[in-house]
């Protein structure tokens, strides 16, 4: 499975915007660039994904470089409830919603 | 309505006893997914079942055993429990036609499984 590098860890303030980073050097043309973030003591929740063009919708923006070796997600104005760990996973290819998850980076919010 | 729901949130049990874990999703979706989540919060995948038919088995030892007795329900049975097997377990749905379709999977809230 292709692999991400994410900070381990991310500081932000109420609403000002968040980039999130991921670098993926070794993204194949079919894999996606998904996000997916966990709040505390619950499930992994979708956030976005793409392929080669930048994406919004209402919770966030992805940004993907040309080259597609890097995305960053963006998270227009923080909130308190942003804070979560967020994924950047590639899926593609062959599987069948086959999420690699890594260690994520852990986005704390001041208020 | 809960699109993801899974039972029990928590399970506490003895080493060497039986378990089971429900899902079901109501989203209507093809696919369902068991996900475990080890003490250092890493996220695997263990099965996915599309069309109540086994596609992915994540080399998972043999005492875990899904069922899916429809589209929209997906068990996980655990035989003789083992300390290590101690986890959180997530189900997800996806309306995953076909592999790399870049779907978005739902998870549900998470089973604590602690074995003692």
């Known amino acids: 499975d292709a692999k991400t590098t994410q900070p381990n860890s991310m500081e932000s303030n109420e609403e000002e915007p968040v980039h999130l980073p991921c670098n993926h050097s070794?993204?194949?043309?079919?894999?996606?660039i998904h996000w997916y973030r966990q709040l505390p003591s619950q499930g992994p929740e979708y956030v976005i994904h793409?392929?080669?063009s930048n994406v919004n919708n209402r919770m966030a923006s992805l940004a993907i470089a040309e080259d597609r070796k890097s995305s960053t997600l963006i998270l227009h104005r923080a909130t308190l409830r942003d804070a979560a760990v967020y994924y950047c996973?590639?899926?593609?290819?062959?599987?069948?919603?086959?999420?690699?998850f890594g260690q994520g980076t852990i986005l704390t919010v001041h208020p | 309505d809960t699109a993801v729901s899974q039972t029990p949130k928590y399970l506490v049990t003895q080493m060497g006893n039986d378990k089971s874990i429900k899902c079901e999703q109501n989203?209507?979706?093809?696919?369902m997914y068991w996900y475990k989540q080890d003490s250092k919060k890493f996220l695997k995948i263990m099965f996915s079942?599309?069309?109540?038919?086994?596609?992915i088995n994540e080399t998972v030892p043999n005492r875990f055993s899904p069922k899916s007795p429809d589209k929209a329900h997906l068990n996980l049975h655990i035989n003789s429990l083992e300390l290590g097997d101690s986890a959180v377990y997530f189900c997800?749905?996806?309306?995953?036609?076909?592999?790399?379709?870049?779907?978005?999977?739902?998870f549900g809230s998470g089973t604590q499984l602690s074995v003692l």
């Open positions: 997800a749905s996806s309306q995953a036609t076909r592999p790399g379709s870049g779907e978005k999977l739902f």
């Open positions: 996973i590639l899926a593609g290819g062959t599987s069948y919603g086959k999420l690699t």
């Open positions: 070794t993204i194949s043309g079919t894999d996606y």
């Open positions: 079942y599309n069309n109540k038919e086994l596609i």
């Open positions: 793409g392929l080669t």
């Open positions: 989203l209507g979706h093809d696919t």
